[in-house]
């Protein structure tokens, strides 16, 4: 499955990395792209393993907000 998210707080490199590294590090994701300027996160994932409320916890533990 294939969901984005709309992360807020995101400002550089080192941000876009946190969040990336995050979403990466949870089982069944299977890849995720960070588009800084807009804050959109888009993140392939196996729905049986993870799910969107998982994702928008990681990120939020790093410092950002997640708007659903």
Known sequence: M???LDV???TCGH???AVKG???GLNGVQGVE???GT???DVTYNDAITNIESMREAVE???YDVVV
Do not use: F, I
Request: hydrophobic fraction near 30%; charge should be negative; proline fraction near 0%.
């Open 61 to 63: 533990e790093q410092g």
């Open 15 to 17: 941000c876009e990395s």
């Open 34 to 36: 960070v588009n800084l």
């Open 22 to 24: 995050a979403l990466e």
């Open 39 to 41: 804050g959109k996160v």
């Open 2 to 4: 294939q969901t984005t």
């Open 8 to 10: 807020r707080g995101m």
